[in-house]
């Protein structure tokens, strides 16, 4: 079981949609989940984090945590061509260290006009 | 601000051959982290440096891979000899250790083509 999972995709979804895209983890100890945006052939660049269990919003983007069920999700609502991408959940745990991310392998998420 | 720099952009090299990438992080970050991503998966940490100490180098293949962070600021990610396999893009990232967040930020990458 990899430590952090998430759906390939692609996920296409219509313009002005919600996407919603999923993540789990094995390790019970997490504390610090996060959302990274990556473009084609560009760097991952962080668009969310949450903490606690609930929801947490942000302009167009919610994040959701349910650590009962080791579950992380990401809602993105008016989803727009330019949100196309991969986006990749990364947990902060116990193990390793403070500063260990482990990532995902990523949900490629396609909104078409 | 001038975010974190890496060099070379793309190399291209004959499989056996010695490569090196070079990393700058954010002024004033002190942990520096270099990554692998393969294609259509995440990044994989290889090494995690606390200012000029290595404290998690337990992904990185001693074998052929090393790493250096001399001066606690700008580092080197070698690969001698590089093997088919090493084609990937290496990312370099920084961050501020002292911060609740504690967010990395991310190099352009290095993308390596072993032929």
């Known amino acids: 079981q990899k430590e952090v999972e998430q759906n390939s995709g692609p996920l296409s979804v219509p313009e002005g949609a919600i996407a919603s895209l999923n993540c789990t983890y094995s390790?019970?100890?997490?504390?610090?989940f996060f959302w990274y945006r990556q473009y084609s052939g560009k760097s991952p660049e962080l668009i969310m984090f949450?903490?606690?269990?609930g929801d947490k919003e942000d302009g167009r983007f919610t994040a959701q945590l349910n650590k009962a069920s080791q579950y992380v999700s990401l809602l993105i609502r008016d989803s727009q061509p330019s949100d196309s991408a991969t986006y990749l959940c990364?947990?902060?745990?116990?193990?390793?260290?403070?500063?260990?991310?482990?990532f995902g392998a990523g949900t490629r998420l396609a909104v078409h006009p | 601000e001038a975010g974190v720099v890496q060099s070379p952009r793309y190399k291209i090299i004959e499989k056996k051959q010695p490569v090196a990438f070079w990393c700058n992080p954010i002024?004033?970050?002190?942990?520096l982290y270099w990554y692998l991503q393969n294609l259509g998966q995440g990044p994989e940490l290889l090494i995690r440096?606390?200012?000029?100490?290595?404290?998690?180098d337990s992904q990185l293949p001693k074998d052929r891979f090393s790493a250096e962070r001399l001066k606690g600021v700008d580092s080197t990610l070698k690969i001698q000899p590089a093997e088919l396999g090493d084609s990937a893009v290496y990312l370099c990232?920084?961050?501020?250790?002292?911060?609740?967040?504690?967010?990395?930020?991310f190099g352009p990458g290095t993308r390596l083509t072993v032929l």
């Open positions: 440096y606390e200012n000029e100490e290595a404290v998690d």
């Open positions: 990364a947990v902060r745990g116990i193990s390793g260290g403070y500063n260990k991310l482990i």
């Open positions: 390790d019970r100890g997490s504390q610090s």
């Open positions: 949450i903490y606690s269990n």
């Open positions: 990232a920084s961050s501020y250790t002292g911060g609740s967040l504690n967010e990395q930020f």
């Open positions: 002024s004033g970050h002190n942990t």
